[in-house]
């Protein structure tokens, strides 16, 4: 089956850089798109771009551009979010999502289980 | 701000039927997709497209949409079914994707 597995939670100091990986299993990691969603405490969901896992493209929504870098690994099929010049607005819990369509329409139809990330001096 | 709107909560008695709605001027060139969230859960793909459900969600979950608006509906509510729901499109470019802010469902 289908499966998403991220890397753990995260503590960062303001300014800091943050990676979250999201390794992937059951299906062909190349044949489908990857999102990168997040939600922080209380609040709802806010998508932050997607990773096309067979050529490396990626595309970031506007507010992120700059500072958000998506990568993968195919070796390992593991994708990542790289996320730099954090501030506390940036604690979140971060999700990857597969797109089942087999480009970046969605549906979103398995989800990693999230990392906690928090940004704290 | 999003591109897509929700009713912050709604609530429904158990057993009655329910509508949760989304707008956005997206919605009239693409299909909303929905999904279900519980406390300190993932997201769950609940429908999406025209009534298409993954397996395992019960058909008492339907959609339907008109103009700038996407609807899910539940008929018969369950208090399984208390949970966050989110909408989701692609964006006006068609090229990114968006959610809406979520609506926190009671069954009373």
């Known amino acids: 089956q289908v499966q998403l597995v991220q890397s753990g939670a995260e503590v960062k100091k303001p300014g800091a850089s943050v990676r979250v990986s999201c390794k992937a299993s059951?299906?062909?990691?190349?044949?489908?798109?990857l999102h990168w969603v997040r939600q922080a405490p209380g609040q709802g969901l806010e998508w932050m771009g997607w990773?096309?896992?067979?050529?490396?493209?990626?595309n970031a929504a506007q507010i992120f551009r700059g500072r958000v870098t998506m990568t993968r690994d195919i070796s390992i099929n593991t994708a990542y979010l790289e996320l730099t010049s954090l501030t506390s607005d940036d604690t979140a819990v971060y999700f990857c999502?597969?797109?089942?369509?087999?480009?970046?329409?969605?549906?979103?139809?398995?989800w990693g289980q999230g990392t906690p990330v928090s940004v704290s001096s | 701000s999003s591109e897509l709107t929700q009713d912050p909560a709604v609530s429904v008695a158990l057993g009655q039927t329910v509508k949760i709605t989304c707008q956005g001027d997206?919605?009239?060139?693409?299909?909303a997709t929905w999904f279900q969230q519980k406390p300190g859960q993932a997201p769950v793909l609940v429908i999406y497209?025209?009534?298409k459900r993954p397996s395992g969600i019960p058909d008492r979950f339907s959609v339907s949409s008109s103009r700038n608006t996407a609807s899910l509906t539940i008929t018969g509510a369950q208090a399984a079914d208390e949970a966050d729901y989110f909408c989701n499109s692609r964006d006006s470019t068609g090229n990114l994707q968006v959610f809406g802010g979520g609506t926190k469902l009671t069954v009373l």
């Open positions: 059951g299906y062909t990691f190349t044949d489908y798109y």
């Open positions: 497209g025209k009534n």
């Open positions: 999502a597969r797109d089942s369509s087999g480009f970046f329409f969605g549906p979103f139809d398995s």
């Open positions: 990773i096309y896992p067979r050529s490396g493209n990626a």
């Open positions: 997206t919605l009239r060139s693409y299909d």
